[in-house]
């Protein structure tokens, strides 16, 4: 079965570290670029960080800067979102999802293509004050 599975996620204070990982299962995530995205109730979905393909170039967003990023591990067939510093604000739904790379590669794209092929089922981040 071709699918993004995704761990990590649960309830922590703020000021607490989570690392989120989506893991492949029936395809090679090294042929794809990686967008991290989330949802708050009540909020449309945001990207948070992208992840390009080729060499691992990082984006991510300004309310995330400095506490969020994405890493890959092929080897793993896995990526991961590492949040720190989170605040109640980070509270959502976050999802992975793989899209084919756009040429000449852009971290920002996974903000901009709609050409994703995967997603992952979604997985809760509880900030508590």
């Known amino acids: 079965q071709l699918q993004l599975v995704e761990s990590g996620g649960g309830l922590v204070q703020t000021g607490g570290s989570l690392r989120l990982s989506c893991a492949a299962s029936g395809f090679s995530l090294s042929y794809y670029a990686i967008g991290w995205f989330r949802q708050a109730p009540g909020k449309e979905r945001e990207g948070v960080s992208c992840i390009t393909r080729t060499d691992g170039r990082t984006w991510d967003a300004d309310s995330v800067k400095g506490r969020f990023t994405s890493s890959r591990d092929n080897a793993k067939n896995t990526v991961y979102l590492q949040m720190s510093s989170l605040e109640p604000e980070d509270t959502g739904v976050y999802y992975c999802?793989?899209?084919?790379?756009?040429?000449?590669?852009?971290?920002?794209?996974?903000?901009?293509?709609?050409?994703?092929?995967?997603w992952g089922q979604g997985i809760q981040v509880t900030v508590s004050s």
């Open positions: 999802g793989a899209f084919p790379p756009i040429f000449p590669e852009d971290p920002r794209n996974c903000i901009v293509t709609k050409k994703y092929d995967y």
